[in-house]
């Protein structure tokens, strides 16, 4: 059988010097009745959230909380109550009040009282930011492996052999073209120097010297 919520308020009464100690943490923290009723927030929570207090405190927590991520947080919470141990945290959004979503990451533990759970307390950090930049970075990730691809492929389908050699004239790129004007595969060349592959032996000389003064 659960405590009661009488029972909860007292214990909330009974350790009020923590909630100065709540207030100034960085975390966002809570404290929600086994009913899902919202008994406490810190002042980051609020804050984060453009709540006032009374505008938390008793109500559900699913309403501020954000729909897609309602079931999500429901079975990881009855999962803790039950008394699993979950060592991955949860991420979900919650919902501002001028509409927006706060991406938060952490972990819901249970209070147990007399053998039974009390409430659950939830300690959150901010992950929005973090995510915003993943999302960017993602998206710069798949604008350059398209770039790649479409310069890949104009590669492979030229019209003209196009050969890439490094700084030693060491032979990295051998396109389809120059397999077809030139005889050798690209397996056949890929690693050689262009010099013993396609010059002939009367110009190497001047080939390495122009290529010394190129890179100079």
């Known amino acids: 059988m659960a405590a009661s919520k009488n029972d909860l308020n007292a214990h909330l009464q009974s350790i009020e ?22 008994m406490y927030v810190n002042k980051t929570w609020s804050t984060l959230l453009g709540y006032e207090q009374d505008r938390i405190v008793g109500k559900s927590l699913l309403s501020f909380i954000d729909k897609d991520d309602r079931q999500h947080y429901t079975g990881y919470r009855q ?9 991955k ?7 501002t009040n001028d509409g927006k979503q706060v991406t938060v990451e952490g972990v819901v533990s249970v209070k147990i009282e007399n053998g039974h ?7 959150f ?19 350059l492996a398209e770039r ?14 196009i050969i890439v050699i490094d700084p030693g004239s060491i032979i ?3 396109n389809p073209k120059a397999e077809i004007i030139f005889g050798w595969t690209a397996g056949e060349v890929l690693g050689k120097p262009l010099a013993s592959i396609i010059i002939p032996p009367q110009y190497r000389q001047a ?3 122009g290529m010394k003064r190129y890179l100079s």
């Not at 943490?25 to 899902?36: F, P």
């Not at 759970?117 to 939830?122: D, E, K, N, V």
């Not at 950090?125 to 604008?143: P, V, W």
């Not at 310069?151 to 389908?157: G, I």
Request: cysteine-free; glycine content about 4%; overall charge negative.
């Open 172 to 174: 990295r790129y051998w």
């Open 117 to 123: 759970p009390l409430y659950t307390r939830g300690i």
């Open 79 to 87: 999962q803790v109550v039950a008394g699993a141990i979950l060592n």
């Open 17 to 38: 010097w923590l909630k100065d100690l709540f207030d100034h943490a960085h975390d966002l923290i809570q404290i929600v009745a086994l009913d899902g009723t919202m």
């Open 89 to 95: 945290p949860i991420v979900f959004n919650l919902k």
């Open 125 to 143: 950090r901010n992950i929005t930011e973090r995510i915003e930049n993943e999302k960017r970075l993602q998206a710069l990730y798949d604008t």
């Open 148 to 161: 790649e691809y479409n310069f890949q492929q104009l590669l492979t389908y030229a019209p003209d052999a």
């Open 207 to 209: 080939h390495e010297a």
